[in-house]
């Protein structure tokens, strides 16, 4: 479809772009007929495409919580952290314990309502947080920790954005086993053996109350205060050793269901002609555009000016207190939705704050569709967009956007420079 209202505007941009640096270019341009061909009805096809796991180890945020997502099921997220003993300053002889504390600092992130109350437990990890193979962990690496007590709860009104920190009372029992091992234990064989003897704990949301996400920095620690020579004084534990957040998605019942490998995505036309991105889990949008290779047969004296990719997000999948993802990655994709190159198109997200009408995503594909265009290949390539690496496994912020049947309707726009040469 042509739509004259672009043509002046689009000419504008063409010429501005056109840069001749030879007399033969300037000549074709004094002598030809110039028009741009503005096009808004070619096709693209949308899927989801899921990662069988997603890199979560020392982060730069313990994510805790849970959220029972009407779109892809719910999604709970603990975080998994072991003691530092790096700079642990051993008590002397007389010390006796007081209490503990687990001192939790706010990194002012959150998703969901923060108005309700949230409930955070603390559970003691049974066995050590060990790297796998490729020395990381996972969304879904799996330790023992006793899940049938914890060893501090606490619920609170939480308050991210004003507030510094929450403090959560340790049980004795707990706190004074450590207490006694820094004192009975030879300093040596403490430094060597403490992670064996107490390998960390787990900070895990209360799934049957909550519905909320918190972050929490790394910087926060657990305090044992003790009185030693008539002083009171605290034994330090920061939480920024070995961890990782564990995030899993349980979406049995959810038209995501049968997303079970990266190698087979699932097509927007069987979940309602929608596509989703989710930066915890490792969903992300796949994109197709399936009439390139027809495009390329008929350009033959014309050239592709600018390509702009058009995604709607769905409205009621996205809110001030669930906001979209404003940053985004995008990579060229083969078949087997492994990727071969990282992208660097430009994108731009338009907010609608008012009616949530005609929010979009404008992303500029341009040298992605020139250069397949020029290719020989019959080779299928697709384009993944998923959220940033600074974002993956950290937070929850997801996008459903719709495809070309969706009143939510994902587009490509194209502008083509047709040149007719007047001989």
């Known amino acids: 479809m042509i739509k004259t209202s672009f043509i002046l505007i689009t000419i504008i941009i063409a010429l501005s772009r056109c840069n001749f640096p030879t007399p033969l270019g300037e000549e074709i341009v004094e002598r030809e007929v110039l028009d741009i061909i503005f096009i808004d009805t070619l096709g693209i096809r949308l899927s989801t495409v899921i990662f069988d796991s997603i890199v979560t180890s020392n982060s730069p945020r313990h994510l805790v919580g849970f959220h029972n997502n009407p779109e892809i099921g719910s999604v709970t997220s603990s975080a998994f952290i072991q003691f530092s003993i790096d700079s642990l300053t ?4 007389d010390a006796t314990f007081q209490y503990a504390e687990l001192e939790l600092y706010y990194d002012g992130y959150y998703h969901c309502d923060t108005s309700q109350l949230f409930t955070l437990a603390v559970h003691e990890l049974q066995e050590e947080l060990e790297l796998n193979e490729e020395d990381y962990l ?3 690496s799996q330790f023992k920790y006793d899940q049938s007590g914890h060893i501090g709860q606490e ?5 991210p954005i004003t507030d510094n920190e929450i403090t959560l009372r340790i049980d004795d029992d707990y ?5 006694m091992a820094t004192q009975e234990t030879d300093e040596e064989d403490l430094l060597e053996d403490f992670t064996e003897m107490f390998p960390g704990i787990v900070l895990a949301p209360d799934t049957a109350a909550n519905n909320l996400f918190l972050g929490f920095s790394p910087l926060s620690k657990l305090i044992i205060h003790y009185r030693a020579s008539g002083e009171d004084q605290e034994l330090v534990f920061p939480l920024n050793a070995n961890r990782f957040n564990q995030i899993s998605n349980k979406r049995e019942n959810t038209k995501l269901a049968t997303l079970t490998t990266r190698k087979e995505d699932l097509t927007s036309l069987k979940t309602d002609n929608q596509a989703y991105l989710h930066n915890g889990i490792g969903m992300n949008i796949k994109v197709e555009i399936p009439f390139l290779r027809e495009l390329r047969s008929v350009l033959e004296s014309n050239f ?3 390509a702009i990719l058009i995604l709607k997000p769905v409205k009621g999948t996205y809110s001030n207190v669930e906001p979209l993802p404003d940053d985004l990655v995008f990579s060229e994709i083969d078949k087997l939705n492994r990727i071969e190159l990282g992208l660097l198109p430009s994108g731009t997200l338009i907010l609608d704050d008012e009616f949530k009408e005609d ?3 404008r992303i500029d594909i341009t040298e992605f569709i020139q250069e397949k265009i020029d290719q020989n290949s ?3 390539h697709s384009i993944l967009i998923q959220g940033s690496s600074e974002t993956m496994g950290i937070s929850v912020d997801q996008l459903v956007v719709g495809d070309r049947f969706s009143e939510y309707e994902a587009s490509l726009e194209l502008f083509i420079l047709d040149y007719i040469i007047d001989n």
């Open 90 to 93: 051993i008590p002397d002889d």
């Open 138 to 140: 996972t969304n879904i």
């Open 155 to 159: 619920s609170f009104q939480p308050r």
């Open 175 to 179: 706190a004074k086993r450590i207490f």
């Open 304 to 306: 592709i000016t600018e």
């Open 359 to 361: 929010t979009e995503y």
């Open 378 to 380: 019959i080779e299928e």
